[in-house]
């Protein structure tokens, strides 16, 4: 038994005695484009050799050809510093073998994307990964959605995922928000000139009210001064805590950027902030996590209770009605890509579905994965310079 224990060990080991190149020339007929990119960028190239305890998620050729179609891979190609936050965006905090990614229906892992340019999330920006019938699947910025086709192809720093689909980096706040069609809040946030603040906020959780919420109090709206709109608003915010749906639990309080506290609440199969039910979760931004919801929250009226049994909520505020067009979005457009308005989830995993932010145990991966992000910045600007 010992005997067999050893050389099993022993197996183990030589496999990842392997090196990136030995992976990348292995496999091909699948990663030739990544490799021949990674290649031609020799500083990173060498960066992601050398770094300890990751996991590489490799998009296929047929991924980065379909990149190759885009006005991304333009952008990509004329910003260094953006092309390596990209490729930092595609490299897990620590080694997650398929085991590892299926062992929760869903969960939010750490990547060692962590340049404030980019992301202002503590402990790099999150990747959602999805579990279901055997399968991994990772969601990025604006819902993209990329599959893993093959798994742990193991080498000496860690282990790589080979994925049928690029990652987009999330949205800083105001472009995330209009990709889920929410003009009105982008509208409401500019007026009250508070955009600049909630974007620039670190690990943020923001409870965005729909179109139809808006629309909902339209006949209030022009009675609010800037310093009312300005005092709703922080009242959907949370700054300094990015809390993802499954971490929600029924009759949690949480207290806002305004200094109320807000209710959350999961009854029949649905999450509430107070009274507005939750119609999409888990929207990644550049500086934290979104929730839509259907409802305008009101500090003043911090009791609401919703009615579960109801499609739609009343409004949190007293006598409002709607105007027949959706308030503050005059001069406010959303892109042509923009994601149609949600309909109710059900769960604290629902939208684009929940997960606990606590990653499977990786093994030491913050200290070696944090050096090589900084290495990474350094070699983007030394490309920038080339």
Known sequence: MQLKTLTLLGLASAANAQTLADVLADNAATLSSLTAFL???????????????????????????????????????????????????????????????????SQFIPTILDIAAYSNVTGGQRLQVQSSDGGV????????????????????????????????????????????????????????????????????????????????????????????????????????????????????????FQGGDI???????????????????????????????????N??????EPNPAASTQAPAFSGASSTGGVPFTTGITAPATATAEPTPTSGPDGGNGGGDDTPVEAGAAAQGAALGMASLFGAAVLLAQL
């Not at 992601?48 to 891979?73: G, W």
């Not at 800083?172 to 928000?177: G, N, S, W």
């Open 137 to 256: 699947s990772f969601l990025s910025g604006n819902g993209q959605l990329s599959t893993v086709e093959s798994a742990n192809f193991n080498y000496s720093g860690g282990t790589i995922h080979i994925i049928d689909n690029y990652l987009t980096i999330p949205a800083a706040l105001p472009a995330a928000l209009l990709e889920q069609n929410l003009t009105a809040l982008v509208g409401a946030v500019t007026q009250a000139g508070v955009a600049e603040t909630l974007t620039n906020a670190r690990d943020i959780t923001l409870f965005a009210p729909n179109n139809a919420a808006f629309d909902a109090i339209g006949n209030l709206v022009s009675e609010l001064t800037v310093e009312q709109l300005t005092d709703i608003l922080g009242y959907h915010v949370i700054v300094g805590q990015t809390i993802y749906s499954s971490q929600i639990e029924d009759g949690a309080t949480a207290a806002t």
């Open 299 to 304: 500090p003043s009226n911090a009791d609401a």
């Open 263 to 297: 209710t959350l609440r999961v009854e029949d199969g649905s999450v509430f902030v107070n009274s507005a039910r939750v119609v999409k979760a888990d929207v990644l931004c550049a500086n934290g996590v979104i929730h839509i919801i259907d409802g305008v929250l």
């Open 39 to 105: 290649q031609s960028e020799e500083v990173i190239y060498e960066l992601f050799a050398n770094a300890q305890d990751i996991t590489l998620l490799a998009p296929s050729n047929e991924a980065l050809s379909r990149l190759n179609a885009t006005p991304l891979a333009n952008e990509l190609l004329a910003d260094p510093n953006y092309l390596t936050a990209f490729l930092a965006y595609h490299v897990l905090n620590g080694t997650y073998y398929a085991s590892n990614l299926s062992s929760s229906p």
